[in-house]
T-cell receptor
C-alpha cells in the first residue's frame, strides 16, 4: 500500500522569505502523480502544484516549486517570497497512475503541515 | 464556471440517526470523490463515482454509502451515526474520468457533528 509522510506538523516563515515543506512517500508503482494542496481556514482544498512521476523536470507554478527526487521518494514544496495569504494547512498527496487497477481519482494524503506566515 | 457545491455546510445529528450529504460537481465533470477529514485520522478516501458507477471504495464500514445521478450530482449517506463520524466531509470533482492527469476540484465541505 502507498503511504505519504509529512514530518513537519508546523512551520513558520517571515513574509517575503522562502520556506520548504517536506514530503516523502512510499510506493512500489512506477506510474503515479504527486500533488500539493493548500487548505486555508475556509476549508476548501486548493491545488497548488502537481508532478507526474515520469517527468524528471520539477514542476513550477509562480512562487511555488517542487523538488522531486524519485529515487529517494521525496517531494518537497518550496514557497518563495512568502505572503500572508500563503498561511494555511498544506497537504501532500499521491495518486496512482492508470496502469494499476484502472482509472482512479483516489488520493492518499499526508497528515499536513500548518504554515504560519509572520508579518 | 461555478465550483463544486456541497450542501449543507453544517449539520448536527444525534447518534443512531442517518444523514445525507449532497455534492454538485463542476459543470461537465463526471467523476465525484468523497473524503472524510478528522483531526485523528486526517484525510481519508471514502469512494469515487464516475458516470453513476462506483469506481473505487475506501476502507469504511457499510454504513457509509453513496450514489451518483445522471446529472453527475452525488450524495453520500451515513446510517446509524456514531460519535466518531463527526468530521468534515469533502467532495471533489474531476473532468476527465479516463485521464489520470485531471486535477481534483474540491468543495467547501460539510461539517457533520454527531452528539
Amino acid at each position: 500500500a502507498q503511504t505519504v509522510t509529512q514530518s513537519q506538523p508546523e512551520m513558520s516563515v517571515q513574509e517575503a522569505e522562502t520556506v520548504t515543506l517536506s514530503c516523502t512517500y512510499d510506493t512500489s508503482e512506477s506510474d503515479y502523480y504527486l500533488f500539493w494542496y493548500k487548505q486555508p481556514p475556509s476549508r476548501q482544498m486548493i491545488l497548488v502544484i502537481r508532478q507526474e512521476a515520469y517527468k524528471q523536470q520539477n514542476a513550477t507554478e509562480n512562487r511555488f516549486s517542487v523538488n522531486f527526487q524519485k529515487a529517494a521518494k521525496s517531494f518537497s514544496l518550496k514557497i518563495s517570497d512568502s505572503q500572508l495569504g500563503d498561511a494555511a494547512m498544506y497537504f501532500c498527496a499521491y495518486r496512482s497512475g492508470g496502469n494499476y487497477g484502472g482509472a482512479t481519482n483516489k488520493l492518499i494524503f499526508g497528515t499536513g503541515t500548518l504554515l504560519a506566515v509572520q508579518p | 464556471k461555478a465550483g463544486v457545491t456541497q450542501t449543507p455546510r453544517y449539520l448536527i445529528k444525534t447518534r443512531g440517526q442517518q444523514v445525507t450529504l449532497s455534492c454538485s460537481p463542476i459543470s461537465g465533470h463526471r467523476s465525484v470523490s468523497w473524503y472524510q477529514q478528522t483531526p485523528g485520522q486526517g484525510l481519508q478516501f471514502l469512494f469515487e463515482y464516475f458516470s453513476e458507477t462506483q469506481r473505487n471504495k475506501g476502507n469504511f464500514p457499510g454504513r457509509f454509502s453513496g450514489r451518483q445521478f445522471s446529472n453527475s450530482r452525488s450524495e453520500m449517506n451515513v446510517s446509524t451515526l456514531e460519535l466518531g463520524d463527526s468530521a468534515l466531509y469533502l467532495c471533489a470533482s474531476s473532468g476527465q474520468g479516463a485521464s489520470y492527469n485531471s486535477p481534483l476540484h474540491f468543495g467547501n465541505g460539510t461539517r457533520l457533528t454527531v452528539t
